[in-house]
């Protein structure tokens, strides 16, 4: 993927494309793939860069839903089941299978999880990845050596699925390329093209590096831009109303110290209605999430300190060894855009489904659902999209179509480029030179996970990173040191409040 040849796509376009998807997040990189695999001419085109929103600050779990199942949601564990069995079939390279671990503190605890795992079990059939058990003391502390013993009583393990959620959404990107979609970031939509009964027929766009405006005609538009889709349907439609409210969740990064184990730790009662997860990832410790209603969405949302405070103390009733403030490597937060067709009093009791709309315009919204039914969302919201622009029948094809990563050409490499982080500078080129990486954050945040796991590290080559993409890009010193200055600013809302 370069993004010079995505751009010249667009410039010399003659025809209408078929679809026009605004959004590079997880659906919006499902939609382009769906629609080109179904062999519609598709664009996608996403404001900032692929991921920068909700896409690339998951619990990277690809999951049935654990506790969709404890609020009697069977329809949407059942879907997420089968999701989950597509993805390791079709992203085995990026996608695999979990031990997770409930410690139990009680023989009712013990009882009650283990017979709630023995549904989950039940309900994934044939697409199951392994029976769930229940463990002694023994044997949970074999699993867990770091888990809080005392009062221990034993464990419940099951099997879930993990992932790189950038890295799955970029080969996504890439898998959609091969089927001749074009991609591109910092392009941002401005405006809708119009028919003469004023239904949409195109995008308006502004590329971000250069200013330039550009437009793209349709037969259909789709909207999966998440937590920013209603701002877009009301650029579509003025009397549009809001579909989705928003929920913050955040994640703090640990030293492994806190949990050296492949197993992971499920908490599954907390405070705010959620489950809590301790996640070994990229040799690093996750340890998250929470439910926070917010007012607004934001580009970078930061967590609050109320967040990170029973984050650390939850997670230390279940660990031995207690996390503190000092102890955080990082800590991202992001924006659930969840379905509101009622007022609710708790953002975690709204449904993790997800929606589909079409507003008098013709623009078809798709949002909520998470990462695991990326692909059905993608595929329910092209089916409409075809039927809008009258595009003709082509059945879905992404069920079993297998996700690959960008060819590379990178060469030799010479080590990670900082102790702390498992990177090499090819994975930095490959990024610039065919992941369509543009800048600093771009190849830390989210093409490698740099910033995620350890922001002093990341902020240590970080100019490193800025010279290497100039070269590339036969970028000025001037540019090198803004984009250090600008990364060093994206880093203060990795770094938890003093």
């Avoid at 209603?293 to 970078?300: D, G, K, P, Q, T």
Wanted: a neutral charge; one cysteine or more; glycine letters at 10%.
């Amino acid at each position: 993927m370069k993004r010079t040849e995505m751009l010249d796509r667009v410039r010399s376009r003659e025809q209408p494309w078929d679809i026009v998807v605004i959004g590079g997040g997880a659906t919006g990189a499902g939609c382009a793939l769906d629609a080109a695999a179904r062999g519609y001419g598709a664009l996608l085109v996403e404001q900032h860069d692929f991921g920068k929103g909700t896409s690339s600050r998951s619990t990277k779990l690809i999951h049935g839903g654990v506790r969709y199942l404890a609020q009697g949601n069977l329809r949407l564990v059942r879907e997420s089941l089968t999701e989950r069995a597509r993805l390791l079939q079709n992203a085995p390279h990026v996608v695999h299978r979990q031990e997770f671990v409930v410690p139990c503190y009680s023989l009712w605890e013990k009882l009650h999880y283990g017979m709630g795992l023995k549904m989950y079990d039940q309900l994934a059939g044939d697409m199951g990845i392994g029976r769930s058990r229940a463990l002694s003391k023994s044997e949970t502390l074999v699993r867990l050596p770091t888990v809080n013993a005392s009062g221990l009583a034993g464990g419940i393990a099951y099997f879930d699925a993990q992932f790189d959620d950038t890295r799955l959404l970029i080969d996504i990107l890439s898998t959609a390329t091969r089927y001749e979609a074009t991609v591109l970031n910092y392009a941002r939509v401005t405006g809708f093209l119009r028919n003469d009964d004023g239904s949409i027929a195109g995008v308006e766009i502004i590329d971000a590096e250069t200013g330039e405006s550009l437009s793209a005609s349709a037969h259909a538009v789709i909207n999966a831009s998440g937590a920013f889709c209603d701002p877009l349907r009301k650029m579509a439609d003025p009397g549009a109303r809001p579909r989705i409210t928003f929920s913050q969740g955040i994640h703090l990064v640990l030293d492994r110290s806190f949990l050296p184990s492949e197993a992971a730790v499920m908490i599954p009662k907390t405070s705010d209605g959620r489950v809590l997860f301790c996640i070994p990832w990229h040799g690093y410790t996750l340890v998250g999430t929470t439910d926070t209603s917010v007012a607004n969405a934001e580009l970078e949302p930061a967590a609050l300190g109320a967040e990170i405070d029973f984050v650390l103390e939850t997670a230390a009733g279940y660990l031995d060894k207690k996390p503190t403030r000092a102890d955080i490597q990082s800590v991202f937060a992001g924006i659930r855009p969840l379905i509101a067709r009622r007022p609710a009093a708790r953002t975690a009791s709204l449904s993790r489904g997800h929606d589909l709309v079409v507003d008098p315009s013709g623009l078809v919204t798709i949002t909520g659902g998470k990462w695991t039914t990326y692909r059905r969302m993608a595929e329910d919201a092209v089916d409409k999209a075809a039927e809008i622009g009258q595009l003709g029948e082509h059945g879905c094809r992404t069920r079993n179509l297998l996700i690959k990563p960008p060819h590379s050409e990178a060469g030799h490499d010479a080590g990670p480029l900082h102790p702390a982080l498992h990177y090499t500078k090819n994975d930095v080129l490959r990024a610039i030179r065919d992941e369509m990486a543009r800048t600093v954050e771009d190849v830390l945040a989210r093409r490698t996970r740099g910033l995620f796991l350890n922001v002093a590290a990341a902020l240590e080559i970080a100019p490193d990173v800025a010279n290497m993409i100039a070269e590339e890009h036969g970028k000025n010193r001037a540019w090198v040191v803004e984009q250090i200055k600008s990364f060093g600013q994206t880093a203060e809302y990795y770094l938890p409040p003093r």
